[in-house]
C-alpha cells in the first residue's frame, strides 16, 4: 500500500517554519497539510491562503489545503493562486457541496470533502465518484493536540467499502490525535493517508522532526 503522510503545521514552531518544513521534508512526508480555520465552522483562527503563498515558493510537498471556514466558495480561487494542489471542503457546511467540488476541480485541483466524527458517510454517498478523497475527522476540528476518537474507526472501513462498491479512486485521509498506533489501527480500517500534527511538531521525545515522521513510517511499513 501506498501511504502518504502529512504533516498538519498547526502545531508548528512559526518562528522557526522554514526549518520545520525542511525536517518534515527529510523525513520523507508527502503532503504538507495546510489548516486554515476561521473562527466560524470551528472555534479558532490559523492562517490563509497569504502564508500558503509564502511557503509554496520554497516547498516542493503536495498542498493539502484542509478549508475549516464559512462560505468556502468565496476563498476557492485565493487557494488555487497561493499553490494549493488538493482542497478540502467540509460536509457540515451551509452550502451546495456537490457545487463547489466542481468549483475546485474546475481548476484542475483534486478536491476533497471532509466528515467531523459526528457526520455519517451517508453525506457523500452520491457524490464519492466525483471526490479525490474523503478525510475522516477523527477529532472535532479546531484545534491539535485533541485526543484520537476510536469511535471513528468503523466509519473508515464504512467509507472503504463504499468506495469499492461504487469502483471510485478516491485517497481515505485521516486527521487528529493521529500517532504510529493510531496510523496503524487507521491504516488497517483502510485509510491511506495521514496528517500527524502534534505527535511530530510539540513532541518532546523528538529533537529532530525529521525522525518523528519516519516512525510514522515505520509503523506503516510494518503492516
Ligand atoms: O484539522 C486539524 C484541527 O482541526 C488538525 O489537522 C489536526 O488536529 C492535526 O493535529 P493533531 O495531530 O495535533 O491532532
Not at 451517508?122 to 493536540?145: C, E, K, R
Not at 500527524?196 to 519516519?214: H, L, M, Q, T, W
Request: net charge negative; hydrophobic share 45%.
Amino acid at each position: 500500500m501506498n501511504y502518504k503522510i502529512a504533516p498538519s503545521i498547526l502545531n508548528a514552531d512559526f518562528w522557526n517554519l522554514e526549518k520545520e518544513i525542511k525536517a518534515v521534508q527529510c523525513g520523507g512526508a508527502d503532503f504538507l497539510h495546510l489548516d486554515v480555520i476561521d473562527g466560524q465552522f470551528a472555534p479558532s483562527i490559523s492562517f490563509g491562503p497569504t502564508v500558503i503563498e509564502s511557503i509554496r515558493k520554497h516547498c516542493h510537498l503536495v498542498f493539502d489545503v484542509h478549508l475549516m471556514i464559512h462560505e468556502p466558495g468565496k476563498y476557492i480561487p485565493d487557494f488555487v493562486n497561493a499553490g494549493a494542489d488538493i482542497i478540502t471542503i467540509h460536509a457540515e457546511g451551509n452550502y451546495h457541496l456537490h457545487r463547489l467540488v466542481h468549483q475546485i476541480k474546475s481548476y484542475n485541483k483534486k478536491a476533497g470533502v471532509a466528515l467531523n466524527p459526528a457526520t455519517p458517510i451517508s453525506a457523500i454517498q452520491y457524490l464519492i465518484n466525483d471526490l479525490d478523497m474523503v478525510l475522516v475527522m477523527t477529532v472535532n476540528p479546531g484545534f491539535g493536540g485533541q485526543p484520537f476518537i476510536p469511535n471513528v474507526l468503523p466509519k473508515i472501513s464504512e467509507l472503504k467499502e463504499l468506495i469499492e462498491k461504487k469502483n471510485a479512486k478516491v485517497d481515505i485521509e485521516v486527521d487528529g490525535g493521529i500517532t504510529p498506533a493510531e496510523a496503524k489501527m487507521c491504516a488497517d480500517a483502510g485509510a491511506n493517508v495521514f496528517v500527524v500534527g502534534s505527535y511530530i511538531f510539540k513532541n518532546k521525545a523528538f529533537d529532530d522532526k525529521k525522525r518523528a515522521v519516519e516512525t510514522i513510517r515505520e509503523a506503516l511499513c510494518a503492516i
